[in-house]
């Protein structure tokens, strides 16, 4: 019985969102319950990844602490380089941690629900991708799910520790407004990378093996971000701005927190933009994923 | 000696054929190859000559970093996983029965992977940084040569490492977390995070002295003219040192794994 319900949410999900456009109330109402269905289904392939994963504790554990030290590296060497300077780019240590630990664990939320979606090209590749359109759950919750790995908390923990190091180094004064934007911060940057995973996986449905475009995006963004703006040339700060607007994530809203000027002599209203960014990053990611999923080809194998 | 040379052709067929992977990984490389340079230039503009080395220099250390991270596999994933799961589902029982030395035949495969990475992940990332940075590239055509010297001491380094870590799946049944604990020590003690020059005192006198100091430091500094005659030859002996030392624990090792796949019957 599951399999004609099935066979009704592949096609709506290959017809995009024009297939629904004659009755509005009902596609107001499939979208939303398709939402809830996709987030359920999310959660139940992520609890069985969770239930499998959590049979090797040992293992587990091993990979947990792998993740969390390799992420620490990053911080070991602004450590490190800290070790021979009071201050990079005319910024202090406690400063960049601030920076660090807010682009470190948007990140690491980010990778922990969607980090697996940069495995869609393999599945293009080897065909696996057609196992997951013929069954009755929005395919971007299950490609999400897909290998769900708890091990990717390391990161959080990691970005997490940096931050709450940050918050105690430094000299802020606090008003509420700037105690507010600590959790929009790191939701909003965490919905910016999220929306980068999704446009990356929609880019490989084109260009099957090339997940490294994506980890240049996701990874090398959150690198970048680890660093002051002033650090950087003009030329690339305008780029992760207004083309890509990683800046959003935490240089603007924290440069605010911090009391710092802005990059490019952009106004203070922006610090309070990340929500808007991140919406706005969701649609063109949202309509990639759709187009590409529309335009997919199986290989035939 | 024909039938390895075929092998390592073969394997640099093989990665040559992933042409979108390859210009995937390019652009990748250079990307990071930008963030670092930044970095490094904030870094040396507060310390010139920090670690010994100038600003060009020091930018050229970043891009040769990018240049070798797949040449070296700096964070694994070279031939070591086939042979994990080779070595998982018993498949590597055939391996043994061939009339080929186990050891060689792999590394001689890696040598053709690691020929094709330098090629295909190495130039371009290294040419787009010397177009918008200023590097300290060597001008004399002996130094690119011992610099290719070294580095191939250095794959071979890399390998005999890695050869280590795919074995302990003998013992271990799972070689995820061993590979995973080796790629964190070569991202650490290679120098891929910073120059090892900069690592303070006892820390930075034991990351030079350790094998992954091999697999960019070394190289790099050769590359960089830091070993002026008959030094060169100590920088060879090093790095040639460790590669003899861990083949040859690879190979002890091989013996007493392969003593124990025939007690399982496997």
Same mark, same amino acid.
């Given at each position: 019985?599951?399999d004609?319900?099935?066979?009704?949410?592949?096609?709506?999900?290959?017809?995009?969102?024009?297939?629904?456009?004659?009755?509005?109330?009902?596609?107001?109402?499939?979208?939303?319950?398709?939402?809830?269905?996709?987030?359920?289904?999310?959660?139940l392939?992520?609890?069985?990844?969770?239930?499998?994963?959590?049979?090797?504790?040992?293992?587990?554990a091993?990979?947990?602490f792998?993740?969390?030290?390799?992420?620490?590296?990053?911080?070991?060497?602004?450590?490190?380089?800290?070790?021979?300077?009071?201050?990079?780019?005319?910024?202090?240590?406690?400063?960049?941690?601030?920076?660090?630990?807010?682009?470190?664990?948007?990140?690491?939320?980010?990778?922990l629900?969607?980090?697996s979606?940069?495995?869609?090209?393999?599945?293009v590749?080897d065909?696996?991708l057609?196992?997951?359109?013929?069954?009755?759950?929005?395919?971007?919750?299950?490609?999400?799910a897909?290998?769900f790995?708890?091990?990717?908390?390391?990161?959080?923990?990691?970005?997490?520790?940096?931050?709450?190091?940050?918050?105690?180094?430094?000299?802020?004064?606090?008003?509420?407004l +700037?105690?507010?934007?600590?959790?929009?911060m790191?939701?909003s940057?965490?919905?910016?990378?999220?929306?980068?995973?999704?446009?990356g996986?929609?880019?490989?449905?084109?260009?099957?093996?090339?997940?490294?475009?994506?980890?240049?995006?996701?990874?090398?963004?959150?690198?970048?971000?680890?660093?002051?703006?002033?650090?950087?040339? +003009?030329?690339?700060?305008?780029?992760?701005?207004?083309?890509?607007?990683l800046?959003?994530?935490?240089?603007?809203?924290?440069?605010?927190?911090?009391?710092?000027?802005?990059?490019?002599?952009?106004?203070?209203?922006?610090?309070?933009?990340?929500?808007?960014?991140?919406?706005?990053?969701?649609?063109?990611?949202?309509?990639?994923?759709?187009?590409?999923?529309?335009?997919?080809?199986?290989?035939?194998? | 000696?024909?039938?390895?040379?075929?092998?390592a052709?073969g394997?640099?067929?093989?990665?040559?054929?992933?042409?979108?992977?390859?210009?995937?990984?390019?652009?990748?490389?250079?990307?990071?190859?930008?963030?670092?340079?930044?970095?490094?230039?904030?870094?040396?503009?507060?310390?010139?000559?920090?670690?010994g080395?100038?600003?060009?220099?020091?930018?050229?250390?970043?891009?040769?970093?990018?240049a070798?991270?797949?040449?070296?596999?700096?964070?694994?994933?070279?031939?070591e996983n086939?042979?994990?799961?080779?070595?998982?589902?018993?498949?590597?029982?055939?391996?043994?029965?061939?009339?080929?030395?186990?050891q060689?035949?792999?590394?001689?495969?890696?040598?053709?992977?690691?020929?094709?990475?330098?090629?295909?992940r190495?130039?371009?990332?290294? /040419?787009?940084?010397?177009?918008?940075?200023?590097?300290?590239?060597?001008?004399?055509?002996?130094?690119?040569?011992?610099?290719?010297?070294?580095?191939?001491?250095?794959?071979?380094?890399?390998?005999a490492?890695?050869?280590?870590v795919?074995?302990s799946t003998?013992?271990?049944?799972?070689g995820?977390?061993?590979?995973?604990m080796?790629w964190l020590?070569?991202?650490?003690?290679?120098?891929? /995070?910073?120059?090892?020059? /900069?690592?303070?005192?006892?820390?930075?006198?034991?990351?030079?002295?350790?094998?992954?100091?091999?697999?960019?430091?070394?190289p790099?500094?050769?590359? /960089?003219?830091?070993?002026?005659?008959?030094?060169?030859?100590?920088?060879?002996a090093?790095q040639?040192?460790?590669?003899?030392?861990?083949l040859?624990?690879?190979?002890?090792?091989?013996?007493?794994?392969?003593?124990?796949?025939?007690?399982?019957?496997?």
């Amino acid at each position: 019985m599951a399999d004609t319900t099935g066979a009704v949410e592949v096609a709506g999900a290959a017809d995009g969102p024009g297939g629904r456009s004659a009755d509005w109330p009902d596609a107001v109402f499939a979208e939303r319950s398709r939402f809830v269905e996709g987030v359920r289904a999310y959660g139940l392939i992520a609890m069985m990844w969770l239930r499998s994963t959590m049979a090797y504790r040992a293992s587990f554990a091993m990979m947990a602490f792998g993740n969390f030290a390799a992420t620490a590296f990053d911080f070991v060497s602004i450590l490190l380089m800290f070790s021979h300077v009071d201050r990079l780019g005319g910024y202090t240590l406690p400063e960049i941690a601030l920076l660090y630990g807010v682009a470190g664990t948007a990140f690491g939320l980010a990778d922990l629900l969607l980090g697996s979606m940069d495995r869609l090209g393999a599945r293009v590749r080897d065909g696996t991708l057609d196992t997951l359109l013929v069954r009755p759950v929005p395919v971007l919750a299950q490609v999400a799910a897909d290998q769900f790995a708890l091990r990717r908390l390391g990161r959080v923990i990691q970005g997490v520790l940096v931050l709450g190091y940050a918050l105690v180094a430094l000299d802020i004064e606090w008003t509420p407004l +700037k105690v507010a934007m600590m959790p929009m911060m790191l939701l909003s940057g965490a919905a910016v990378f999220g929306a980068l995973f999704v446009a990356g996986a929609a880019f490989q449905f084109v260009a099957q093996d090339a997940s490294q475009v994506q980890n240049a995006f996701t990874y090398g963004g959150n690198t970048l971000l680890q660093y002051p703006p002033s650090v950087f040339a +003009k030329d690339l700060v305008r780029g992760v701005t207004f083309v890509v607007p990683l800046a959003f994530v935490n240089w603007l809203p924290a440069l605010y927190v911090l009391g710092r000027d802005y990059p490019l002599d952009l106004p203070v209203w922006v610090a309070f933009l990340p929500p808007v960014v991140a919406v706005l990053c969701w649609l063109p990611a949202g309509l990639g994923w759709r187009s590409g999923l529309r335009a997919y080809r199986s290989t035939g194998s | 000696m024909r039938l390895y040379a075929v092998v390592a052709a073969g394997q640099f067929r093989r990665f040559a054929t992933y042409r979108t992977a390859t210009a995937a990984g390019v652009f990748t490389n250079t990307v990071f190859g930008f963030i670092l340079a930044y970095t490094y230039v904030a870094l040396w503009d507060e310390r010139p000559q920090l670690g010994g080395y100038d600003m060009s220099q020091a930018l050229s250390y970043v891009w040769l970093g990018q240049a070798l991270l797949m040449t070296c596999s700096m964070m694994g994933g070279g031939f070591e996983n086939e042979l994990i799961e080779r070595i998982r589902t018993g498949d590597v029982a055939v391996d043994l029965y061939r009339p080929v030395d186990l050891q060689l035949w792999w590394l001689a495969g890696d040598l053709g992977r690691a020929a094709f990475h330098l090629l295909g992940r190495g130039i371009v990332p290294m /040419l787009a940084g010397s177009l918008a940075f200023d590097l300290a590239l060597p001008s004399s055509p002996g130094v690119w040569v011992a610099f290719l010297v070294s580095v191939g001491l250095g794959v071979v380094v890399s390998f005999a490492i890695r050869y280590l870590v795919a074995l302990s799946t003998f013992w271990l049944m799972d070689g995820a977390g061993m590979a995973q604990m080796s790629w964190l020590a070569g991202m650490f003690f290679s120098g891929m /995070l910073l120059p090892l020059t /900069l690592f303070p005192g006892v820390l930075g006198d034991v990351a030079r002295a350790l094998p992954w100091s091999s697999m960019l430091q070394v190289p790099a500094d050769v590359f /960089l003219g830091k070993y002026p005659g008959w030094e060169l030859v100590g920088a060879y002996a090093f790095q040639a040192g460790w590669a003899l030392a861990l083949l040859l624990v690879g190979r002890m090792v091989q013996s007493v794994a392969t003593r124990r796949v025939v007690v399982q019957g496997g």
